[in-house]
Antibody, heavy 122, light 107 residues
Framework: QVQLVESGGGVVQPGGSLRLSCTASGFAFSDYGMNWVRQAPGKGLEWAAFIRYDGSSKYYADSVKGRFTISRDNSKNTLYLQMNSLRAEDTAVYYC???????????????WGQGTLVTVSS | DIQMTQSPSTLSASVGDRVTITCRASQSISSWLAWYQQKPGKAPKLLIYKASSLESGVPSRFSGSGSGTEFTLTISGLQPDDFATYYCQQYNSYPYSFGQGTKLEIK
């Protein structure tokens, strides 16, 4: 069965950095686009970033562009999110989410991890 | 950027009811719309994609319709497990965007 397991969350000071990981299993990771979606406490969902199955294309929300970098290592079945210059408003649960269709970039997310909490606070 | 607006924000209903949630896009997104269900402390679950296609394993009481800028999610015959928050999401263009959510509560 498909499993996505996020890690790397924690408490970080404003201006600090953190790297999230998402380890995938149960499907051919290298054939599917992947995303990060975040949810601030008590708030709605916000899409943050996408990476194509082969890593050749990346897209970001304006709120994270220039500060966050999405990447993947298909040999390790792992997705990453490098977060720099963190702000209080980046506090959220971060989910990795698999794109539904093979070799497709459409934003339909059929499997999600359990999420990892990032808290930006001094 | 495309803004997604859901209504209502909160909906009270009883088991067995038929309920409808509306989602409006700030510009045409054709049929590139998905619906998700989220329960407290859990990850979202995909229900509907391409406006009206039911995800595998999702009960047939869930249905979606619409195109362009106006979409609906209908749940026919509410079950206790359906009380949750529902989000629409457009994937017509980046940045992808979600509606603010509709919380479905037990009346």
């Amino acid at each position: 069965q498909v499993q996505l397991v996020e890690s790397g969350g924690g408490v970080v000071q404003p201006g600090g950095s953190l790297r999230l990981s998402c380890t995938a299993s149960g499907f051919a990771f290298s054939d599917y686009g992947m995303n990060w979606v975040r949810q601030a406490p008590g708030k709605g969902l916000e899409w943050a970033a996408f990476i194509r199955y082969d890593g050749s294309s990346k897209y970001y929300a304006d709120s994270v562009k220039g500060r966050f970098t999405i990447s993947r290592d298909n040999s390790k079945n792992t997705l990453y999110l490098q977060m720099n210059s963190l702000r209080a408003e980046d506090t959220a649960v971060y989910y990795c989410a698999k794109t539904s269709f093979y070799h497709d970039s459409s934003g339909v997310f059929d499997y999600w991890g359990q999420g990892t909490l990032v808290t930006v606070s001094s | 950027d495309i803004q997604m607006t859901q209504s209502p924000s909160t909906l009270s209903a009883s088991v067995g009811d038929r309920v409808t949630i509306t989602c409006r896009a700030s510009q045409s997104i054709s049929s590139w719309l998905a619906w998700y269900q989220q329960k407290p402390g859990k990850a979202p679950k995909l229900l509907i994609y391409k406006a009206s296609s039911l995800e595998s394993g999702v009960p047939s009481r869930f249905s979606g319709s619409g195109s362009g800028t106006e979409f609906t999610l209908t749940i026919s015959g509410l079950q206790p497990d359906d009380f949750a928050t529902y989000y629409c999401q457009q994937y017509n263009s980046y940045p992808y965007s979600f509606g603010q959510g509709t919380k479905l509560e037990i009346k």
